[in-house]
Protein backbone atom coordinates (compact mmCIF):
# COMPACT_ATOMS: atom_id res chain seq x y z
CA UNK A 1 0.00 0.00 0.00
CA UNK A 2 1.40 3.34 -0.79
CA UNK A 3 1.96 6.27 1.38
CA UNK A 4 -1.04 8.26 -0.18
CA UNK A 5 -3.05 4.57 0.07
CA UNK A 6 -2.32 4.79 3.89
CA UNK A 7 -2.97 8.67 4.27
CA UNK A 8 -6.42 7.66 3.25
CA UNK A 9 -6.94 4.51 5.17
CA UNK A 10 -6.00 6.73 8.50
CA UNK A 11 -8.02 9.54 7.32
CA UNK A 12 -11.10 7.47 6.98
CA UNK A 13 -10.60 5.79 10.17
CA UNK A 14 -10.80 9.19 12.12
CA UNK A 15 -13.89 10.66 9.83
CA UNK A 16 -15.82 7.57 11.20
CA UNK A 17 -15.84 8.96 14.71
CA UNK A 18 -17.49 11.92 14.00
CA UNK A 19 -21.36 12.19 14.72
CA UNK A 20 -23.99 14.54 13.87
CA UNK A 21 -23.98 17.66 15.50
CA UNK A 22 -20.29 17.80 16.65
CA UNK A 23 -17.77 21.04 16.16
CA UNK A 24 -14.97 19.57 14.65
CA UNK A 25 -11.58 20.84 14.41
CA UNK A 26 -9.73 20.65 10.95
CA UNK A 27 -5.80 20.35 10.53
CA UNK A 28 -3.74 21.35 7.91
CA UNK A 29 -1.38 19.30 5.73
CA UNK A 30 -1.49 16.18 3.17
CA UNK A 31 -3.48 13.92 5.42
CA UNK A 32 -5.64 15.96 6.70
CA UNK A 33 -6.90 16.35 2.86
CA UNK A 34 -7.80 13.14 3.09
CA UNK A 35 -9.77 13.26 6.24
CA UNK A 36 -11.64 16.71 5.08
CA UNK A 37 -12.76 14.56 1.95
CA UNK A 38 -13.97 11.15 3.94
CA UNK A 39 -16.07 13.66 6.30
CA UNK A 40 -17.55 15.39 3.49
CA UNK A 41 -18.23 11.58 1.57
CA UNK A 42 -20.32 10.73 5.22
CA UNK A 43 -22.59 13.67 4.95
CA UNK A 44 -23.67 14.33 8.56
CA UNK A 45 -25.77 16.88 9.51
CA UNK A 46 -25.33 20.43 12.12
CA UNK A 47 -21.52 20.07 12.13
CA UNK A 48 -19.67 23.24 12.92
CA UNK A 49 -16.20 22.88 11.43
CA UNK A 50 -13.33 25.20 11.80
CA UNK A 51 -10.01 25.29 9.63
CA UNK A 52 -6.36 26.07 11.35
CA UNK A 53 -4.99 27.27 7.05
CA UNK A 54 -6.93 29.08 4.56
CA UNK A 55 -6.05 25.89 2.32
CA UNK A 56 -8.03 23.83 4.80
CA UNK A 57 -10.69 26.25 5.09
CA UNK A 58 -10.72 26.13 1.15
CA UNK A 59 -10.91 22.89 0.20
CA UNK A 60 -13.56 22.21 2.95
CA UNK A 61 -16.25 24.75 1.74
CA UNK A 62 -15.66 23.53 -1.52
CA UNK A 63 -16.64 19.95 -0.34
CA UNK A 64 -19.64 21.12 1.17
CA UNK A 65 -18.62 21.45 4.44
CA UNK A 66 -19.78 24.68 6.62
CA UNK A 67 -16.68 26.59 8.58
CA UNK A 68 -17.10 29.35 11.27
CA UNK A 69 -14.20 31.62 12.52
CA UNK A 70 -13.14 30.09 15.42
CA UNK A 71 -13.93 32.91 17.65
CA UNK A 72 -17.85 31.90 17.82
CA UNK A 73 -16.97 28.84 19.70
CA UNK A 74 -15.34 27.87 22.93
CA UNK A 75 -14.58 24.24 22.69
CA UNK A 76 -14.62 21.74 19.98
CA UNK A 77 -16.03 18.21 20.30
CA UNK A 78 -12.83 16.57 18.42
CA UNK A 79 -9.84 17.74 15.89
CA UNK A 80 -8.27 15.87 13.49
CA UNK A 81 -4.27 16.75 11.99
CA UNK A 82 -1.53 14.84 10.71
CA UNK A 83 1.79 14.93 11.85
CA UNK A 84 5.28 14.94 10.75
CA UNK A 85 7.14 12.40 13.28
CA UNK A 86 5.35 10.86 16.15
CA UNK A 87 8.06 8.96 18.89
CA UNK A 88 7.23 5.73 20.42
CA UNK A 89 6.71 7.96 23.91
CA UNK A 90 3.87 10.28 22.59
CA UNK A 91 5.49 13.11 21.38
CA UNK A 92 4.41 14.57 17.96
CA UNK A 93 6.29 16.75 15.84
CA UNK A 94 4.22 19.42 13.67
CA UNK A 95 4.39 22.37 11.28
CA UNK A 96 5.90 21.18 7.69
CA UNK A 97 2.87 22.93 6.77
CA UNK A 98 3.95 26.40 9.04
CA UNK A 99 -0.14 25.96 10.81
CA UNK A 100 1.19 24.62 13.81
CA UNK A 101 0.78 27.64 16.10
CA UNK A 102 -3.23 26.91 15.19
CA UNK A 103 -3.12 23.91 14.74
CA UNK A 104 -1.97 23.84 18.41
CA UNK A 105 -4.70 26.41 19.74
CA UNK A 106 -7.57 24.31 17.91
CA UNK A 107 -6.03 20.62 19.73
CA UNK A 108 -5.92 22.46 23.03
CA UNK A 109 -9.63 23.71 22.77
CA UNK A 110 -10.39 19.92 21.82
CA UNK A 111 -12.25 17.12 23.69
CA UNK A 112 -10.52 14.64 21.37
CA UNK A 113 -7.38 15.36 19.19
CA UNK A 114 -6.93 12.62 16.80
CA UNK A 115 -3.37 12.37 15.01
CA UNK A 116 -3.38 10.75 11.91
CA UNK A 117 -0.44 9.33 10.19
CA UNK A 118 0.83 6.98 7.68
CA UNK A 119 3.64 4.52 8.77
CA UNK A 120 6.58 6.55 7.24
CA UNK A 121 5.61 9.02 10.32
CA UNK A 122 6.67 6.70 12.94
CA UNK A 123 10.24 7.54 14.20
CA UNK A 124 12.53 5.79 16.83
CA UNK A 125 13.27 9.00 18.14
CA UNK A 126 12.18 12.29 17.46
CA UNK A 127 14.69 14.46 14.96
CA UNK A 128 15.75 17.96 13.97
CA UNK A 129 14.35 19.86 12.09
CA UNK A 130 11.81 21.55 14.72
CA UNK A 131 9.27 23.99 12.94
CA UNK A 132 8.94 27.32 14.88
CA UNK A 133 6.84 30.61 14.45
CA UNK A 134 8.78 33.62 15.06
CA UNK A 135 7.29 37.44 15.03
CA UNK A 136 8.67 39.58 12.41
CA UNK A 137 10.20 42.13 14.53
CA UNK A 138 13.69 41.47 16.27
CA UNK A 139 13.22 38.10 14.14
CA UNK A 140 17.47 38.15 13.40
CA UNK A 141 18.00 38.19 17.33
CA UNK A 142 15.33 35.35 17.95
CA UNK A 143 16.98 33.29 15.74
CA UNK A 144 20.55 33.94 17.08
CA UNK A 145 19.80 33.14 20.05
CA UNK A 146 18.33 29.98 19.01
CA UNK A 147 21.57 28.99 17.50
CA UNK A 148 21.23 26.96 15.38
CA UNK A 149 17.70 27.74 13.66
CA UNK A 150 17.44 28.89 10.35
CA UNK A 151 14.25 30.55 8.46
CA UNK A 152 12.42 28.54 5.95
CA UNK A 153 11.42 29.29 2.25
CA UNK A 154 8.37 29.68 2.67
CA UNK A 155 5.11 31.16 3.12
CA UNK A 156 4.17 32.87 6.55
CA UNK A 157 1.94 31.56 8.53
CA UNK A 158 -2.23 32.24 8.63
CA UNK A 159 -1.32 35.10 10.81
CA UNK A 160 1.54 36.27 9.31
CA UNK A 161 4.55 34.82 11.65
CA UNK A 162 7.54 34.04 10.08
CA UNK A 163 9.01 29.96 9.57
CA UNK A 164 11.80 28.89 10.57
CA UNK A 165 13.03 25.71 11.94
CA UNK A 166 15.64 24.76 14.55
CA UNK A 167 18.44 22.53 13.87
CA UNK A 168 19.51 21.44 17.55
CA UNK A 169 19.27 18.48 19.97
CA UNK A 170 15.97 16.88 20.39
CA UNK A 171 17.07 13.92 22.40
CA UNK A 172 15.02 15.75 25.24
CA UNK A 173 11.53 16.80 23.92
CA UNK A 174 10.16 17.90 27.35
CA UNK A 175 13.06 20.72 28.11
CA UNK A 176 13.15 21.68 24.63
CA UNK A 177 9.87 22.48 24.67
CA UNK A 178 9.49 24.61 27.74
CA UNK A 179 12.96 26.12 26.82
CA UNK A 180 11.54 27.21 22.87
CA UNK A 181 8.22 28.30 24.53
CA UNK A 182 10.22 30.78 27.29
CA UNK A 183 11.80 32.68 24.51
CA UNK A 184 10.56 35.80 23.74
CA UNK A 185 9.84 36.10 20.00
CA UNK A 186 8.55 32.56 19.54
CA UNK A 187 5.02 32.82 18.54
CA UNK A 188 4.53 28.66 19.32
CA UNK A 189 6.64 25.34 18.09
CA UNK A 190 5.58 22.35 16.80
CA UNK A 191 6.55 19.96 19.58
CA UNK A 192 3.09 18.59 20.49
CA UNK A 193 3.43 16.66 24.12
CA UNK A 194 1.54 13.12 24.70
CA UNK A 195 -1.15 14.91 26.86
CA UNK A 196 -2.42 17.04 24.15
CA UNK A 197 -3.17 14.22 21.73
CA UNK A 198 -6.41 11.71 22.88
CA UNK A 199 -5.76 8.86 19.86
CA UNK A 200 -3.07 8.47 17.19
CA UNK A 201 -4.35 6.57 14.05
CA UNK A 202 -1.36 4.61 11.86
CA UNK A 203 -2.36 3.15 8.68
CA UNK A 204 0.40 0.57 8.04
CA UNK A 205 -0.12 -1.26 4.96
CA UNK A 206 -3.74 -2.90 5.17
CA UNK A 207 -3.95 -2.82 9.06
CA UNK A 208 -4.71 0.54 11.40
CA UNK A 209 -2.95 0.90 14.31
CA UNK A 210 -4.83 2.66 17.12
CA UNK A 211 -2.78 4.33 20.05
CA UNK A 212 -4.81 5.76 23.04
CA UNK A 213 -3.94 8.18 26.16
Not at 98 to 126: C, M, P, Q, Y
Not at 156 to 183: E, K, N, Y
Amino acid sequence: MSAESEKEAAARAAAALVRDGMTVGLGTGSTVKHFVIALAERGLRNLRCVATSPATEEQARGLGLPVEEFDRLERLDIAVDGADQIAPDGWIVKGGGGAHTREKIVAAASNRFVVIADASKVVDALRAPIPLEILPYGATATLAALHPALPRDAPPSPDGGLIADFHGDVSDPDALAARLSAMPGIVDHGLFPPSLTSDVIIARGGEIERRAR
